[in-house]
C-alpha cells in the first residue's frame, strides 16, 4: 500500500546543516512536500518539489529528489534553534489525499 | 490575505455526545480536506470536499462526517464520540485537488 517513512528523531548543533529523509511508495506522485509541526500548531507548508524536479532550493532549505530510489530529502542549512519542531514528509495518493509518514523531531542544541 | 481559520481551538466532550467542527478556507480555494492527528496513529486522512461534494473518503467509521457549503466552507461532525476520538483535527485548504495544502491551526478535541 502507499506508506511514507521517516526517521524518528535527529539532533544537531546550532549552526549545522541538518538533513531529514524520507522515502516513499508511489512513483505516481506528481508533488512532494515537506511540513514543519511547532507544538501546538497546526502544519506550516515549508516547501515542495515536483516529481519531474531533482533539487529545489529555496533560501536555507534544499530538498533533493531520488525518484529511481523513491528517496526525498530536506536539508537545512545553518540550523537554529527556532528550527526545533516536527517535520513531516507528504506524498499525493492515488486519491489525491496526502500521505504523511509519522514526521522526524529536529532537536537544535546551542 | 488570511489563511484557513478552524474554529473552535479546543474543546472538551463527554463520551457519547457529538461534536461539529468548522474550517474556512483560504478565499478562492475550493477543496477542503479534514485529517485526524493522534500520537499513535500519526495523521490520518479523514475526507476532502471539493464544490460541495465529497470527493474522497478515508478509512474511518460513519461516525465521521462532513459537508462542504456553497461558499467552501466546511464541517465535520463526530457523532457518539469514543476516547480514541481524542485527537488534534486538522483542515486543509487547497485551489484544486494536486496543488499545495495549506493547514489551520487544528481543533483539538479532548473526550472524557
Known amino acids: 500500500g502507499e506508506d511514507v517513512e521517516q526517521s524518528l528523531f535527529l539532533s544537531v548543533r546550532e549552526g549545522d546543516s541538518s538533513v531529514i529523509n524520507c522515502t516513499y511508495t508511489?512513483?505516481?506522485?506528481?508533488?512532494l512536500y515537506w511540513y514543519k509541526q511547532e507544538p501546538g500548531a497546526g502544519l506550516q507548508l515549508l516547501t515542495y518539489i515536483f516529481s519531474n524536479m531533482d533539487m529545489k532550493q529555496d533560501q536555507r532549505l534544499t530538498v533533493l529528489l531520488n525518484k529511481k530510489d523513491k528517496h526525498l530529502s530536506l536539508r537545512i542549512a545553518d540550523t537554529q534553534t527556532g528550527d526545533s519542531a516536527i517535520y513531516f514528509c507528504a506524498e499525493r495518493g492515488s486519491q489525491g489525499n496526502l500521505i504523511f509518514g509519522k514526521g522526524t523531531k529536529l532537536s537544535v542544541k546551542p | 490575505k488570511a489563511g484557513v481559520t478552524q474554529t473552535p481551538r479546543y474543546l472538551i466532550k463527554t463520551r457519547g455526545q457529538q461534536v461539529t467542527l468548522s474550517c474556512s478556507p483560504i478565499?478562492?480555494?475550493?477543496?477542503v480536506s479534514w485529517y485526524q492527528q493522534t500520537p499513535g496513529q500519526g495523521l490520518q486522512f479523514l475526507f476532502e470536499?471539493?464544490?460541495?461534494?465529497?470527493?474522497n473518503k478515508g478509512n474511518f467509521p460513519g461516525r465521521f462526517s462532513g459537508r462542504q457549503f456553497s461558499n467552501s466552507r466546511s464541517e465535520m461532525n463526530v457523532s457518539t464520540l469514543e476516547l480514541g476520538d481524542s485527537a488534534l483535527y486538522l483542515c486543509?485548504?487547497?485551489?484544486?485537488?494536486?496543488?499545495?495544502?495549506?493547514f489551520g491551526q487544528g481543533t483539538r478535541l479532548t473526550v472524557v
Open positions: 486543509a485548504s487547497s485551489f484544486a485537488q494536486n496543488t499545495e495544502a495549506f
Open positions: 508511489d512513483s505516481s506522485s506528481t508533488y
Open positions: 470536499y471539493f464544490s460541495e461534494t465529497q470527493r
Open positions: 478565499s478562492g480555494h475550493r477543496s
